[in-house]
C-alpha cells in the first residue's frame, strides 16, 4: 500500500461509508469501459482521416505539411499539458481534448490551408491534454481499484492498460473497414465518397465526446485546490515548470525517454513510409485500409494479452524484448531481403509486416503506460506529459523527413533508435531490480 494513504487504515463501514459518497468500488473498471469506448470511437474516426490525409489533400502537399503542423505543436504544447491538466483534472482535460479531433475532422470538410492548418495547431493543443488527462486518469483509477479491492497494484495497472490498449487498438481495423465501405476510387485515379466519410467520422466523434461526459471525475480537489489558490500566476508557474523540470531529474525517465521516442518513430513510420513504400506498390491503394487494418487488429489483440501478462517491472522487459525483436526483424527484411513479388506472396508480404509491426505497438503502448504509472506514482501528469512530448517531437521528425530521406536511411534510423531504447531500457530494469533487492542502496 502507499504510504500516507489514509484508506488503508480505516474499517470496512468507514470505507464503505465513504463509497456511497464517491460511488461504489465497481464504478472503477466501468469508467475504464466507458473511457476505453469512447476513444475507440474517437480514433477509429481520427485514425482512418490520418491515414487518408496524405492521399486525399495531396495538393500541395496539404495533408502532409498539416500532419506535421500537428505534431510540432503536439509536442510544444505537451510542455504546458500536466499543467493544464493538474488545473482542469483529468476528466475535464480529456472531454476539452475531444474537441480539436472534431474541429480537425470537420476542416477536412472543406480542406484549405484557411482551415487545416488553425484545426492542426488547435489539435496539437487538445491531443497533448486528451493524453496527458488519458494516462493520469486511467493510473488513478487503476490505483483506486487495486486500494479498494487489495489487489497487487502493478497487475491491475497492466490489466486496466491493456484493456484501454486493445479497445484503442482496434480503430484502426474498424476505422479503415468504414472507409473501405464508403470510399470508391475512379478511372481517372479520383476518389468519391470523401464527404459522406467525414460526415460519418463526426457523428462517431460527436457520440465518442459524449459518452466521455459519463467518467466519473477523480481529482476535482486537486484542480479546486489550484483555482482557488491566492497567488494563481506564482502557483501556475511553479506548477509548469516543476510538471516540465522535475520528471526530468529522476535518471529513470532519462532511461525511458529513448524508449518513448522510438514507439513515436515506429508509428510514424507506419504511417509515413511503411504503407507507401512497402503496401501501395505491392497490393495498390486499395489494399492500405486492408494492411492497417491486419495491423490494427494485430495492435489490439496483443494490447488485450500484454496487459494481461504485466505483473511488474520483469514481465514488462520480457514483453517489451519481444515486440522489439518482432519489429528488428520486420526492418532488417525489408532493409536486406525484401523485393517486390507477384502472386499470393506479393500480398502475404506486407500483410504479414504489418501483423508483425501491430505486435510491437501493442506491447510499446501497454507497457509503456504500465511502466510510468507503476515507476512515476508521484507525478503521474509530469511522467505522461513527458511520454507524450517525446512521441509527438519524433513522430514530427518522421513526417518532416520522409519527403528527403530513402527507405534504407529511414531503416537505418529505426534500427539505431531501437537498439539505443532497448539498451538504456534493459539498463533501467537491471537498475531498478537491483535497487528492489538490495534495500541499503536506496
Known sequence: MDAGNPRDEESPLVAAGQNSQVGKPTNHTRDVHILSSAFLLIFLAYGAAQNLETTVNSQGDLGTISLGILYVSF???????????????????????????WLFIAANLKPSWYTMVPASVYLGFAASIIWVGQGTYLTSTARSHASDHNLHEPTVIGSFNGEFWGMFAAHQFVGNLVSLALLT????????????????????????????CFISKRDGKRGEAAAESPNGFCSSFVSLTKGIITPLLDIRMWLIIPLIAYSGLQQAFVWAEFTK?????????SGVGGAMAVYGAFDTICALTAGRLTSGLASITWIVSFGS???????????LGYSLTSGVLGVLYPLLMAAMLGIGDGV?????????GIIFKQDMEGAFSQLKLWQSASIAVVFFLSPYIS???MLLIMLVALLVAVACFLFLSLQV??????????
Open 325 to 335: 525483436i518482432l519489429q528488428a526483424l520486420v526492418f532488417l527484411w525489408i532493409l
Open 364 to 372: 510499446l503502448n501497454t507497457q509503456l503506460n504500465a511502466l510510468l
Open 407 to 409: 527507405l534504407q536511411a
Open 433 to 442: 531490480e537491483k535497487t528492489f533487492s538490495n534495500p541499503r542502496a536506496s
Open 277 to 285: 513504400e512497402i503496401v501501395k506498390p505491392a497490393i495498390g491503394v
Open 75 to 101: 509536442t510544444i504544447f505537451s510542455v504546458t499539458a500536466s499543467s493544464v491538466v493538474r488545473a482542469l483534472g483529468s476528466k475535464y482535460a480529456i472531454v476539452l481534448g475531444t474537441t480539436g479531433y
Open 185 to 212: 476510387d475512379g478511372s481517372d485515379g479520383s476518389t468519391s465518397g470523401t464527404t459522406l466519410l467525414f460526415v460519418v467520422f463526426l457523428c462517431f466523434m460527436t457520440l465518442g465526446t459524449i459518452l466521455m
